[in-house]
């Protein structure tokens, strides 16, 4: 990619897409949106691939930050927002058949649920509001009414297990620069 060889973009988006749209659809909710979010993730990766620097994380985890904060800003945009407020009725329920995730994303996912199944009520929450729900640690204080020592603390244990347990999981599945 950063040769700018279109090519590895696509070899990315094949080998992260279900992951990053899952991540995507778990903060924002709405298939429609995680799809955006997962459109703008690649475009930015591939807009800003001089910034990716591999001593600082693995791809995935690079990719999962700018869809983590790409689905966050867009639930905080005023137009979210605004298309929040002129629902005053519930629209049907659509099924809408997505494609099958391959086979690595269904057990990555599966590992990421197990991982955070095993920390305590306390960190896993705190990492869920910190995560999916877009809160800072000021945030997450508040919304549980603990002190904020105690919610970095955890933040910190929970995010130094999950390194543990899934540190293995993101090497084997090929973190590379692409």
Same mark, same amino acid.
């Given at each position: 990619?950063?040769?700018?060889?279109?090519?590895?973009?696509?070899?990315?988006?094949?080998?992260?897409?279900?992951?990053?749209?899952?991540?995507?659809?778990?903060?924002?909710?709405?298939?429609?949106?995680?799809?955006?979010?997962?459109?703008?993730?690649?475009?930015?990766?591939?807009?800003?691939?001089?910034?990716?620097?591999?001593?600082?994380?693995?791809?995935?985890?690079?990719?999962?930050?700018?869809?983590?904060?790409?689905?966050?800003?867009?639930?905080? $945009? #005023?137009?979210?927002? !605004?298309?929040? +407020?002129? =629902?005053?009725?519930?629209? %049907?329920?659509?099924?809408?058949?997505?494609? *099958?995730?391959?086979?690595?994303?269904?057990?990555?996912?599966?590992?990421?649920?197990?991982?955070?199944?095993?920390?305590?009520?306390?960190?896993?929450?705190?990492?869920?509001?910190?995560?999916?729900?877009?809160?800072?640690?000021?945030?997450?204080?508040?919304?549980?009414?603990?002190?904020?020592?105690?919610?970095? $603390? #955890?933040?910190?244990? !929970?995010?130094? +297990?999950? =390194?543990?347990?899934?540190? %293995?999981?993101?090497?084997?599945?090929?973190? *590379?620069?692409?």
């Amino acid at each position: 990619m950063r040769l700018g060889d279109e090519s590895a973009l696509e070899s990315l988006y094949a080998r992260y897409g279900g992951l990053v749209y899952t991540l995507a659809l778990r903060i924002v909710g709405d298939p429609e949106l995680a799809r955006e979010v997962v459109q703008d993730t690649f475009l930015r990766s591939w807009d800003g691939r001089e910034t990716y620097d591999a001593r600082r994380g693995r791809v995935p985890w690079w990719l999962m930050g700018i869809a983590r904060n790409r689905a966050i800003d867009l639930l905080r $945009s #005023r137009s979210h927002q !605004a298309r929040m +407020r002129e =629902r005053t009725a519930p629209l %049907p329920e659509v099924p809408t058949t997505l494609p *099958r995730d391959p086979v690595d994303a269904v057990v990555s996912r599966r590992a990421v649920l197990d991982a955070l199944r095993e920390l305590s009520e306390g960190q896993r929450r705190a990492i869920e509001l910190a995560y999916y729900g877009g809160l800072t640690q000021t945030e997450i204080a508040n919304e549980l009414g603990e002190p904020l020592g105690t919610i970095k $603390s #955890r933040t910190r244990e !929970a995010l130094e +297990r999950l =390194r543990k347990v899934l540190g %293995p999981l993101i090497q084997s599945a090929g973190g *590379r620069t692409s």
